[in-house]
């Protein structure tokens, strides 16, 4: 096996290992809704999942663990995908916010920045943010 073959089938299994913390993430509460659902397979195709694999995860989303990541924009990356599942029906609620701060921390964030994260990517999904924070974000003055 190559070292290109070895690098591709690592990217792949943590390609998965992050459709099933979306699946994992989408299902929290229930059955998946129709945006949900809508997220998930265009997760699906971004990520390369095969039918096989989707089938899998939909039975058992919780077999695939989080792989870590030292680049902080992966990290970032991985948690705005899981963001925009948790807001597909519009809300966090309280098993989606557990649930998304553990997998915060497996990705490599602390306990603290994890927080800190998912309370300001709440303030952004749910609109509630003021002037000065939108300015922030944005980086103007």
């Known amino acids: 096996m190559s ?10 299994r943590n390609n998965v290992a992050h459709f099933s913390a979306i699946v994992n993430l989408a299902t929290v ?22 039918e096989e694999e989707y089938q899998e995860i939909l039975k ?13 924009d992966d990290r970032l990356e991985r948690l705005l995908d899981l963001f925009k599942i948790i807001y597909s029906d519009h809300i966090i609620d309280d098993a989606e916010r557990k649930l998304i701060l553990k997998y915060a921390i497996q990705l490599g964030f602390s306990q603290e920045k994890a927080e ?3 309370l300001k ?5 749910s609109g509630r943010i003021d002037l000065d924070q939108y300015k922030s974000i944005l980086k103007i003055l």
């Open 3 to 12: 070292i290109v073959d070895l690098y591709e089938s690592s990217k792949h």
């Open 29 to 50: 509460d229930g059955d998946l809704n129709e945006d949900e659902q809508k997220l998930v397979n265009r997760f699906a195709r971004k990520l390369d999942i095969t």
């Open 121 to 125: 990517t709440t303030k952004i999904f």
């Open 60 to 72: 058992n989303s919780k077999k695939y663990p989080v792989v870590p990541h030292i680049n902080t």
């Open 116 to 118: 800190e994260i998912i």
